[in-house]
Every structure is written in C-alpha cells, then in structure tokens.
C-alpha cells in the first residue's frame, strides 16, 4: 500500500496535508468545544441543588455584587420549603474587572464554613494544604481554585495580596473545571473587611456599614418546588430574585450550544475539503493504474479485491493524515494553554475521546472518499483495461 502512495509522493503529501489541516481545525475547534461545554456543565451541577437569591438590581447573572443587610438571610430562611439560607459575600478580585470575557473572571467568595449546615452536595478537592475552615473566622487566610494558583504562582504558605489586603494562601484545590477554578475563598469575617471599605458601601451605609451580604444561597426542603419556591421568596421580599440550574442551562447552555455549533461547522468544511483531495487523488491513480488494474483482474483478481485495495488505500493516506493532525492539535493546544496560565485563562481541553475520534473520523473519511474512484476501478473491463495506454 504505502509503495503505491509513494508513486507520486508530492500528490499524495498534499493530500496528506489536506486531512491533517482539516483534523487539526477538527480537533483543536473540538477542544474549544470541549473547554465551554464543561464550563457550562459544571456551573449546571453547582446550581442543581440550591437557589441564588440576590438583589434584583444585581447586574450578574446569580453572583450578587450589590450588597444588603444580612439580616435578609434570616427572613428568606423563614419563608416555608427554605431548609437553609446562608449567607456569601461575592465579589471581583481585580476591581476594574467587568465581568465580561470569554473566560472565567477572577472572584473571591467568602463564607463561613458549615454554614450550608451539611446541606451543600458540590464536594471539592484539595491538591495542596488544607480548605478554610470555621476557625479561621479573624484570620486572613484564602483558598486558592488551580488556574488562580497556577496564574500566580501561589502554593500553600506564600502570601497573596487580594485589593491591596495580604493573605496567607492555606490551599490550593484540584481543578474543578468550573468558576471555581477562577475563586480565591476567604472567611466570612474577611469578606465583611472589604464590603466595610467599598465606596459604595460607604455611600449607602455610612462610615459604620452593617453586617452585609452580596447573596443568599438558599437550599429548599426535600421534594419542594424550586420555582414555586422562588415565588414565595419574591413575593415576600419584591426585591429579590432568585435563579436555578434551569436559569443557568437557559441563559448559558443554548449560547454556548451555538457557539459550540459555529465552531465545529468552521472545523467541518476543512475536513470536506480535505476528503475531496482524497477523491482526487484516488481518481486520478486509478487513471495512472487502468493497465495495472487490468492485468489484476485478468490473472483472477476480483472485483471485490480491486476495491478492498483502493479503499484500504485511501484510509491509510486519512489514517495518516489524522495521526498527523492529531500531533499538530496537541502541540498546539499544550502551548496555547501554556501562554494562557499566566492570565489564567485556559481555552481548550483535550481529552482521549477527542483525539480517537479525530483519527477515526479521518481514517473514515479517507476510505469513504476513495469508495467511489475504487468503484470505479473495480467495473473496469479487464479486455479494456489492459488496452489502455
């Protein structure tokens, strides 16, 4: 097979190049694909179990960022079907941060631990040190997400400053894959320091600002409604909102569902292209090879076998293609992640599944492509053939 393809070696390098152009558009897009999809999935599992209530003037999308009384926590905790309602400061890490990217913005949350009452199911894990804990209320200690400890250059024991403010950093949590891998978590009594000097604390609340709140993470009661839920909350409280996994699939999943679809389309008519140089290609060797294919056919080489040989051909210069493409993608994925830690921002994921199924599809491809050409072979007359040339 391969002295076949060496025949004409520039024609079939292009050819080559075609499939590894497309495969590489195919996976590197793929991997994109692949990076938003779990973002989105992630944020899905984080809101399956609970409620965001929060002002409803809050610009963001169930982070509240406009701070209240937390004595609104105990009246929200009061409303029937709530088991739990705890209170979670939440705001950016760099304050001229808009919220607006394509990736995850930096943010710290702050609470105190076991207020969730046990009620929480999202488990994290820790790579290094140790999470926060209730005992570290007076203490200024953070928890770091992986891509904000690997944007810093943070492990436990170095000291980060969060707005000016130095921390010291006691863990650093597996990579979760989700915004918490973008969260520095600090203790509840931290996170009242800085709402107690926000300009805009200030103005609304004096030099001496109450105990404040950004949000209410609500856990409803087993088997309770959470839109009805949220219904009770609003109508005992007008000015709040609330939101659930559904408002997040709503407002996020159908976005990236077709940015995802975009994406892959673009990858898709490179990988067309690339199977048409293949019908190329294999057309024009089974013109070169009329005589060849004669004298097979004459000495008692079926149809069957004429055909099995172009097409195991073809797929060998897609298989090849794609191993090619498969290695490009990687490299090219590695070190566009690589220029992404420092800005924390991390584009693509690359899995397994993604790059078998690239090499599979472009070994498919090649066969399917070189399907209709081999057909062609296979119905030559022998008589014919063998006059050719």
């Given amino acids: 097979m391969l002295r076949s393809l060496m025949r004409r070696k520039l024609r079939t390098t292009l050819t080559v190049l075609g499939i590894t152009v497309g495969i590489w558009a195919l996976m590197v897009m793929s991997a994109m694909a692949n990076k938003l ?20 003037t809050n610009p963001a999308f169930g982070f509240g960022y406009v701070p209240m009384p937390v004595g609104i926590v105990d009246e929200v905790g009061a409303v029937p079907g709530v088991a739990v309602a705890a209170p979670r400061v939440h705001f950016m890490l760099d304050p001229e941060d808009a919220g607006i990217g394509f990736s995850a913005s930096d943010f710290v949350v702050a609470f105190t631990a076991g207020v969730d009452r046990g009620h929480e199911t999202f488990r994290w894990e820790i790579a290094q040190g140790r999470e926060t804990a209730a005992a570290d209320e007076g203490r200024r200690v953070v928890m770091l997400g992986a891509d ?75 088997g309770e409604d959470f839109h009805a839920l949220i219904q009770a909350i609003t109508a005992a409280h007008p000015g709040m909102r609330g939101v659930t996994s559904d408002d997040f699939d709503d407002q996020f999943g159908s976005t990236v569902a077709i940015l995802n679809a975009i994406i892959l389309s673009v990858a898709l008519i490179s990988i067309v292209v690339g199977g048409l140089s293949v019908i190329n290609t294999m057309t024009m060797s089974v013109a070169e090879r009329t005589r060849e294919i004669g004298i097979k056919r004459a000495i008692g080489a079926s149809r069957g076998v004429i055909m099995r040989e172009l097409v195991v051909e ?29 800005s924390g921002t991390i584009l693509f994921l690359m899995t397994p599944w993604i790059g078998a199924l690239g090499v599979s599809f472009s070994t498919v491809l090649g066969a399917v492509a070189g399907a209709l050409p081999a057909w062609n072979a296979a119905r030559l007359d022998p008589v014919e053939a063998l006059r050719f040339g």
């Fill in 37 to 56: 999809t779990a973002l989105v999935d992630g944020g899905s599992t984080y809101f399956n179990d609970k409620i965001l209530v929060s002002d409803a």
């Fill in 148 to 222: 904000l400890a690997r944007k810093f250059g943070k492990a436990p024991g170095d000291r980060m400053l969060i707005r000016g403010t130095e921390f010291e950093v006691i863990g650093v949590l597996e990579p979760t894959l989700m915004f918490f891998d973008t969260t520095a978590v600090i203790p509840w009594s931290a996170g009242q320091e800085f709402l107690a000097r926000d300009p805009a604390v200030l103005a609304e609340f004096g030099p001496e600002p109450p105990e404040l709140t950004s949000m209410v993470i609500v856990y409803p009661e087993e």
């Fill in 314 to 342: 073809a797929g060998l210069m897609g298989l090849i293609g794609g191993l090619v493409g498969l290695g490009l993608a990687g490299v090219v994925v590695y070190f566009a992640n690589d220029a992404g830690q420092t």
